[in-house]
């Protein structure tokens, strides 16, 4: 290897966007994808369970209403893997219901990062999911959570 070059960079990490809404969900993962991330898309609870238990993913983003089955149930399904993945609720719901369900996921042993309301901050959501790979990158934690 040459002076000044440095090795190959290793693959993307992986984003798991859980929306049921297909426009926001694609709009989530091309965000991600600006970011260096290898984003999947779930749009149900099935799906997101399915796709949880088939890989490891750096970032999850979580929809909390996702038809049948709410956000809240997907986070208990999360829990009973004993994942440690960063969590960063999208949601529509007001802040009081973003903020308790982050507060039972952080019961739960789970590492919810951050709170957003839609419309997201696609700017900010961009800028918070590099930020969770640079630190992740030199081996610091994620950020305890906060609502946005």
């Known amino acids: 290897m040459e002076a000044?070059?440095?090795?190959?960079p290793g693959p993307a990490p992986a984003l798991l966007v859980i929306d049921d809404d297909t426009v926001h969900r694609m709009i989530l993962?091309?965000?991600?994808?600006?970011?260096?991330?290898?984003?999947?898309?779930?749009?149900?609870?099935?799906?997101?369970?399915r796709l949880l238990d088939g890989r490891s993913y750096a970032v999850i983003t979580l929809d909390l209403t996702l038809g049948e089955h709410g956000g809240a149930?997907?986070?208990?399904?999360?829990?009973?893997?004993d994942l440690k993945t960063p969590i960063i609720i999208v949601s529509g719901s007001n802040e009081t219901i973003r903020r308790e369900t982050a507060a039972m996921a952080n019961l739960l042993s789970l590492n919810v990062v951050q709170t957003l309301p839609k419309p997201v901050d696609l700017a900010h959501l961009r800028r918070l999911l590099a930020e969770l790979q640079q630190r992740k990158a030199i081996g610091l934690a994620p950020l305890g959570w906060h609502v946005a």
């Open 73 to 81: 149930e997907v986070l208990h399904a999360i829990a009973a893997m």
């Open 29 to 49: 993962c091309k965000v991600g994808a600006r970011a260096g991330y290898e984003a999947v898309g779930a749009s149900s609870y099935d799906e997101a369970v």
């Open 4 to 8: 000044g070059s440095s090795a190959a």
